[in-house]
């Protein structure tokens, strides 16, 4: 059985892949190891991914975060509000 903590470790992958699918128009989910830039995402996509967490998680990622975290895995942890920096 998995722990709680990577459950939501793994739920907050598979968002990061289907934010990622739905805003680049991939045929299938990004690896959990993907980079968004190496899968075609620009500087305006990458705010349409920032708009659309904040509009459906309720997050606000900072721009710098995301740019920092591009891989799959590492934007999904930006989702964790245990790693979020404080205002």
């Known amino acids: 059985m998995a722990s709680p903590g990577l459950v939501h470790d ?11 699918r739905r805003v680049l128009r991939l045929e299938q989910d990004a690896a959990p190891d993907d ?3 190496v899968l075609g995402g ?6 349409e991914v920032i708009d659309l967490i904040e509009r459906e998680r309720g997050l606000r990622i900072p721009v710098r975060n995301f740019y920092r975290s591009t891989v799959v895995r590492a934007l999904a942890l930006e989702l964790d509000p245990s790693r979020r920096e404080a205002p």
Do not use: C
């Open 10 to 20: 793994e739920d907050r992958i598979r968002y990061v892949q289907s934010v990622f």
């Open 35 to 37: 980079d968004f830039f």
């Open 42 to 47: 620009t500087s305006l996509a990458a705010m």
